[in-house]
């Protein structure tokens, strides 16, 4: 995921480096859309009884490192 997410120049929505801006303004607009973009990559990514454990959180940060944590100590081996 995070290959994807560089490809789309959008890595700083889950590594912390963007925060969520304040609500009312254009730039919170654009933020959101941005945000939901990347939730939606990542709710796209997983089977829908997984993303159901997800779905509500707001920040794509949260996603991410919640995603991290459920899954840490799970190795990579299909």
């Not at 709710?43 to 840490?72: P, Q, T």
Request: charged share 20%.
């Amino acid at each position: 995921m995070t290959i994807a997410f560089g490809r789309r120049s959008k890595p700083s929505y889950v590594n912390s480096h963007i925060s969520p801006l304040k609500s009312p303004s254009q730039a919170y607009e654009a933020w959101q859309c941005k945000n939901q973009l990347v939730i939606s990559w990542l709710f796209y990514s997983m089977k829908n009884r997984i993303a159901e454990i997800f779905s509500y959180l707001e920040l794509s940060l949260k996603v991410w490192e919640a995603v991290k944590e459920m899954y840490r100590n799970q190795n990579n081996i299909v």
